[in-house]
């Protein structure tokens, strides 16, 4: 089991920038999937990217905008966005797996609490 907090969110205009960080539990870290899902009201949770120790991969709507990115002596993964989009408004979380990436919401078991991030036309 590995806990995991969230931070980095806030309102931003459409064409900006904000960085989210997950800061996870655990002596285990690098051996973790990581991810990040995000939630918009009335939708279901959607994958945007994950990362192992070999692969990351993003969602389509999020390519080449989106970077996610993990510093394992910090037990952190964090996730860039750039360009944002009025459409990547949501609360975000992170996710942990102890085995290889997927892309559904329920193949993973460790979830933080979220963080909101809104973008303004």
């Known amino acids: 089991q590995v806990q995991l907090v969230e931070s980095g969110g806030g309102l931003v205009q459409a064409g900006g920038s904000l960085r989210l960080s997950c800061a996870a539990s655990?002596?285990?870290?690098?051996?973790?999937?990581m991810g990040w899902f995000r939630q918009a009201p009335g939708k279901e949770r959607e994958f945007v990217a994950a990362?192992?120790?070999?692969?990351?991969y993003y969602a389509d709507s999020v390519k080449g905008r989106f970077t996610i990115s993990r510093d394992n002596a910090k037990n952190t993964v964090y996730l860039q966005m750039n360009s944002l989009k009025p459409e990547d408004t949501a609360v975000y979380f992170c996710?942990?797996?102890?085995?290889?990436?997927?892309?559904?919401?329920?193949?993973?078991?460790?979830w933080g609490q979220g963080t909101q991030v809104t973008v303004s036309s």
């Open positions: 996710a942990a797996r102890g085995a290889r990436i997927a892309a559904s919401a329920q193949a993973w078991g460790n």
């Open positions: 655990g002596r285990t870290f690098s051996s973790y999937a």
């Open positions: 990362n192992s120790w070999t692969t990351t």
